[in-house]
């Protein structure tokens, strides 16, 4: 039996029961599908993380008080730290050559009042260089002035939000705004930039590092964000960064520095991992399909019993019905999916027009793995039936009407 | 020429605890081209006899040779190539397969064989033709006529050109004129030579039959034509 006629007859077999063939498409289909859209999903999700690490500069640093032991792990937002970071610290770190610009970040929390309008809001302390590091732009205005960055001076830059919030419509710059019991005016506004690395850049106020110190009463930094001076600079800025705190600490190794690419490898390996978990859950699914498969061709065989019966009257070997029922399966499983993967394309598509923020991307990998699994399924739970098909007894299958 | 001889078959079946001897102590030969009815009581055995012969069936002792081959050695895969080319069923119930054409069921043989696209076609013309079924090839078994199917069913039993047809009640579900034809249609096949082995139990059936053989329990008690 060459393998058109083969083809043609398995047609013809599952063409003969249109309902329960397509609801066996049906479930392959949507096994595969969900295997292709959730791993979309979760490389999507990764791209976008990739995303927002881009959106913070490049070749940056990141300077934290404190030691964390193991490497991979997240970084230490809280804890005790022996020493704290200071503006000190950070203005040292220009010394190294391989240091390109350096912005320390005091973060705090205090009152912002204008006209009668009052909210807490994140004060970020820092300077004039965070413009470049964090690679930010301007709605209006400018942004902190370049000069003595010792210097308390009174002049803030304010987040999109915070601006629309107290000012409405109208332009904010020049105006007198009160932060905690302190007088600022107000010198520019942010470009709206969103989130980025769970700091909602439109929802802060920037100020002068040294007021911040001022306004908060303490000189303990957040972090120290630092650009080095190029791609391979990284690691050289890296060890020097270490030499030069551990030496202001007293020889202490107390802060942690992370590279960008680190962390960025870090949450690569997260996302990885996640997409590998969801599309395994999404397996399951084709495993079910596979089962139902089975189910249902073990229904076939025992309604075409006579026909089996038959088939080896006119001289169908048993290895002849497996092959037949066997090509059924994965007739079934590999149209199903076929399928499945126009209804991903369909999904994926669908999504991107809702999210159209979201990089949805399928991973070349996901079609090929859902497909061999759908197919292996799909062989794997056709065995039984097949071969209950290839075993009946002829006499007893063609005595049944 | 002698194409089948059976020598002291027997066939036991177990039902229950009891052992039930369907065939006893069967010697039969049978010559190229000869017409054969098998008659006797249900239970008789007829059936089993034609099973076995048709190597759907395997005896539990004795041996089978057919165009002196010892079938009972055979593996299965070499059964069904006997099966598949020198023996052509015709069943009572037709056993056509309902979502193919007359001509699709007819081909149905040449397809297993593995016959090549082109050469089948013109076979299965030919043969639809000879049965007067031409009109009748692209219609699916429940838009047929009891008779057009059985017809159909003959079709497909010769179209390898087996050497042995083996009907099992081929008229039993058919009005008198129908089985009229069908049998006209197996026997014309037997004038061109080929051999029939018909089982019946309508007795104006059987005596149509050059040789007939009567059965009671597993046993043959009569042969108008042995030849040991």
Known sequence: ?401 | MRIIHMEDIQRDFQVGDEKVHALHNVHLSINGGEYISIMGPSGSGKSTLLNILGLLDRPSTGIYRFEDTNTTKLSDLQQAEIRRHKIGFVFQFFHLIPRLTAAENVELPLVLAGEEPGRRKQRVKDILARLGLSDRARHRPDQLSGGQRQRAAIARATIMNPAVILADEPTGNLDRSSGNDVIQAIETLNSEGMTVVLVTHDPELGERARRRIQMVDGRIVSDSGGHE
């Open chain 1, 1 to 401: 039996m060459n393998i058109r006629d083969l083809i043609r007859f398995c047609f013809r077999a599952l063409s003969g029961y249109p309902l329960r063939t397509g609801l066996m498409l049906l479930a392959m289909g949507m096994g595969v599908c969900s295997v292709i859209v959730l791993t979309a999903l979760g490389e999507g999700a990764r791209q976008y993380v990739a995303g927002q690490f881009k959106s913070l500069g490049t070749h940056i640093l990141i300077v934290l008080p404190g030691r964390n032991e193991t490497t991979g792990g997240p970084p230490p937002m809280m804890g005790e730290t022996p020493r704290d970071l200071t503006m000190a610290d950070a203005m040292a770190l220009k010394r190294s050559s391989a240091v390109h610009r350096v912005a320390p970040i005091m973060v705090g929390s205090a009152p912002v009042a204008y006209a009668g309008r009052e909210r807490e809001v994140t004060i970020l302390g820092s300077t004039h260089e965070l413009f470049q590091i964090r690679d930010l732009s301007m709605a209006q205005g400018r942004f902190l002035p370049e000069g003595d960055v010792r210097r308390p001076e009174a002049v803030c830059v304010a987040g999109y939000k915070i601006k629309t919030e107290l000012f409405g419509n109208a332009s904010p710059l020049g105006q007198f705004i009160r932060i905690g019991e302190r007088r600022f005016r107000v010198i520019g506004v942010l470009a709206r930039k969103g989130q980025s690395l769970g700091l909602d850049m439109s929802d802060v106020m920037v100020i002068n590092e040294a007021s911040a110190e001022a306004l908060f009463n303490r000189s303990s930094l957040f972090r120290i964000l630092v650009q080095a001076r190029g791609r391979d600079a990284v690691g050289r800025a890296k060890k020097t960064i270490l030499e030069i705190i551990q030496k202001r600490h007293d020889g202490e190794d107390d802060v942690t520095v992370i590279t960008q690419d680190a962390l960025l490898a870090t949450f690569d390996r997260i996302f990885i991992t996640l997409t590998l978990a969801v599309g395994g859950i999404a397996a399951i699914s084709l495993i079910v399909a596979g089962i139902l498969i089975m189910n249902v061709m073990l229904i076939a065989v025992s309604q075409r019993t006579t026909e089996v019966g038959l088939l080896k009257a006119i001289g169908a070997s048993g290895r002849q019905i497996l092959k037949l029922f066997l090509a059924e399966s994965a007739f079934l499983s590999l149209v199903g999916a076929t399928g499945g993967l126009a209804l991903s394309a369909g999904g994926c598509l669908l999504i991107q027009r809702i999210f159209p923020a979201f990089p949805i991307t399928v991973p070349l990998w996901s079609p090929a793995a859902a497909v061999s699994v759908a197919l292996s399924c799909g062989l794997i739970f056709g065995v039984l039936p097949a071969r209950k098909a290839s075993r009946l007894d002829p006499v007893a299958a063609l005595s049944r009407r």
